[in-house]
């Protein structure tokens, strides 16, 4: 079974406006910790936000916003007023806490901002 | 600046040829990782390393080889036996956590190869 699942190849969203992307995971390792990363075209990850699976508070950074629901086993990334530097691939990670060394990446979503 | 570099950048392989990747970090991280990266199929673990000398498989190990002699070098060699070698690869190094989960992957600016 695939650890993370992003079922949204591609995004489209209007220029200042807020966008979702999904993301849900596998595991029955009770302690965890989910990432998501950006990748413009030139081929860099940049680290956006973390999510720890007892946090209690939807961790947030800026402008990007994690919606996580542990009993859904989802973390969507909600990035607000979107602006044209955020098209680019989104990946969402996990690690778990045995042996958490690995960090697994889902398919990744292509989000597109529209002037 | 601390960082991971990868090099070259673009690389080309004949078939048939061994090619090795490199990557270098400052940062003193002990964990290091290989991923490759297809259209469609998102990141890929080829191998990881914790510390030096000592190294495991990743989902996609077959057809390459590593090492790590030292803390901030972590190559890779995609060898003749990988069938399907084109792909953009990047590499990546993970401070220590502290017992925590909380650490994320730092990332270089990959190198993509093309057998041809």
């Known amino acids: 079974a695939q650890k993370i699942t992003q079922t949204q190849p591609g995004m489209f969203v209007q220029e200042k406006e807020a966008v979702t992307l999904d993301c849900t995971y596998d595991t029955s390792d009770p302690s965890y910790g989910l990432f998501w990363y950006k990748q413009p075209s030139s081929g860099e990850m940049i680290f956006l936000i973390y999510q720890g699976s007892y946090d209690q508070q939807n961790a947030t950074e800026g402008r990007y916003s994690l919606n996580f629901q542990k009993a859904r086993k989802s973390a969507n990334l909600v990035i607000s007023a979107s602006q044209l530097g955020d098209s680019a691939m989104y990946f969402c990670?996990?690690?778990?806490?045995?042996?958490?060394?690995?960090?697994?990446f889902g398919t990744g979503t292509s989000l597109t901002v529209i002037p | 600046d601390g960082g991971i570099t990868q090099s070259p950048k673009y690389l080309f392989r004949k078939e048939g040829q061994n090619v090795t990747l490199s990557c270098e970090q400052n940062l003193n991280h002990d964990a290091m990782y290989w991923y490759r990266q297809d259209p469609g199929q998102g990141l890929r673990l080829i191998y990881y390393?914790?510390?030096?000398?000592?190294?495991q498989k990743g989902d996609i190990a077959e057809g390459y080889s590593v090492s790590r002699e030292k803390k901030e070098s972590f190559p890779l060699t995609v060898t003749s036996a990988q069938k399907n070698p084109t792909a953009f690869y990047l590499c990546a190094s993970r401070p220590p956590g502290a017992g925590g989960l909380n650490t994320e992957a730092f990332f270089g600016q990959g190198t993509r190869l093309t057998v041809v």
């Open positions: 990670a996990m690690r778990e806490g045995i042996p958490g060394n690995q960090f697994y």
């Open positions: 390393s914790q510390i030096v000398n000592d190294f």
